[in-house]
């Protein structure tokens, strides 16, 4: 019996002692990627979630702002699409390990480089709207918006995005719906733009209560004269315009207008309206979810690190946005999505009675003249 351990262990001590690599596939990460970027526009899309003449703009953007490096083992153009891949797909550590021929150290190392490089965009992709802004296209050349909305310069509202917290942790994060979560405040323009973005907020915290610490504390600011959309689960007020209580609200409940099915009056049009336009956020939203898979799935990461993920994301999707128009997923998002799911009654006693005077008389003011106005327009 001693024999045959002593014969085992001398295998495995002579085993150990003699290294192969793990990863000894044909295709390498460098091949693979450059397979990509010379191949059909296609298969470049589906793994870097972008086209590569945008994908290669990016790569350089970074280098140019001196935010990314070649190093020993990974070219800037490696490690940017490593990056993009585990985004768009989801994947963990050991997959993208897998993918690429590298060590997950080493794909670790550069990931959180590269997040750290595209989160440093933020003040350069996501700005909130100077004091002078005009009046957006899409209100301005709408009949059914212009002149009632003129002063709306975006839409805010929240989601949530999939988080893994510590156990003692877990209550907070706990969301409405029963699971762990965290809640991402946005607000975005009438083109799909994030204008704002706070994220890392404990899911079962209330979107009031985001928008109150963004305001107070966050950096986030309205111009004056301006208001965002928002829907039931804020204050209405002057500079937060919010739907009617009570009426039908959600686009899925107006499908049917037109057969015989008319408005019950000015509130409900207002309704209407407003949601065909704050209809906006929740397209901005799809799309970012529907192009970063990461976003939908549990995460592999600290928290701190997957709020960084979340805000990456909306740096990403404002670069494309601006650099690129309409790709493939911003144009499947023409088609309106009724956010049903996210909206809530609720009373908010906290903001100031002015302020509350103010929205109601501005709603009041753009039902008026919205009813008014509905035969001609």
């Not at 150290?105 to 100077?130: D, G, M, Q, W």
């Not at 059914?144 to 999939?162: E, L, M, Q, R, S």
Request: net charge positive; with cysteine.
């Amino acid at each position: 019996m001693a024999y045959v351990l002593d014969h085992v262990r001398h295998r495995v001590e002579s085993q150990s002692l003699t290294r192969r690599p793990m990863r000894t596939g044909p295709l390498s990460g460098h091949i693979f990627i450059h397979e990509l970027l010379q191949g059909h526009e296609a298969r470049a899309y589906e793994n870097l979630r972008m086209a590569p003449r945008l994908f290669l703009k990016l790569r350089d953007v970074l280098i140019n702002k001196g935010l990314m490096k070649d190093t020993t083992n990974l070219t800037c153009t490696e490690q940017l699409a490593i990056f993009l891949h585990a985004l768009g797909h989801g994947v963990s550590n050991r997959v993208l390990s897998e993918r690429f021929h590298h060590s997950g150290e080493t794909i670790s190392r550069h990931f959180n480089a590269v997040l750290k490089a595209v989160v440093s965009l933020k003040r350069e992709y996501i700005n909130l709207p100077e004091n002078d802004v005009q009046v957006h296209p899409h209100v301005r050349h709408n009949k059914i918006f212009y002149p009632y909305f003129k002063n709306a310069v975006g839409a805010i509202d929240g989601t949530h995005i999939p988080a893994l917290v510590r156990k003692n942790k877990a209550t907070r994060y706990r969301n409405r719906k029963g699971w762990i979560s965290q809640n991402v405040m946005a607000a975005c323009s009438f083109d799909l733009q994030f204008q704002y973005v706070a994220v890392g907020w404990e899911g079962s915290t209330a979107d009031m209560r985001v928008l109150r610490w963004a305001l107070e504390s966050g950096g986030f600011s309205v111009p004056e004269g301006k208001y965002y959309l928002v829907d039931s689960g804020y204050a209405n007020t002057d500079k937060f315009l919010a739907p009617h209580r009570s009426h039908r609200y959600h686009l899925s409940e107006f499908l049917n207008l037109g057969r015989g099915n008319r408005y019950s009056g000015p509130n409900e049009l207002f309704n209407h309206r407003h949601a065909q336009l704050r209809n906006v956020i929740e397209r901005a939203f799809g799309v970012l979810k529907m192009r970063f898979k990461c976003l939908r799935c549990t995460p592999y990461y600290p928290f701190r690190t997957q709020t960084r993920i979340a805000l990456a994301c909306c740096v990403l999707h404002n670069f494309i946005r601006r650099e690129e128009g309409s790709d493939i997923l911003f144009n499947m998002s023409q088609d309106e999505v009724d956010g049903v799911g996210d909206v809530r009654d609720e009373i908010h006693s906290d903001v100031a009675n002015e302020d509350n005077v103010g929205g109601a008389q501005l709603r009041t003011m753009i039902t008026g003249q919205l009813w008014g106005g509905r035969n001609v327009s």
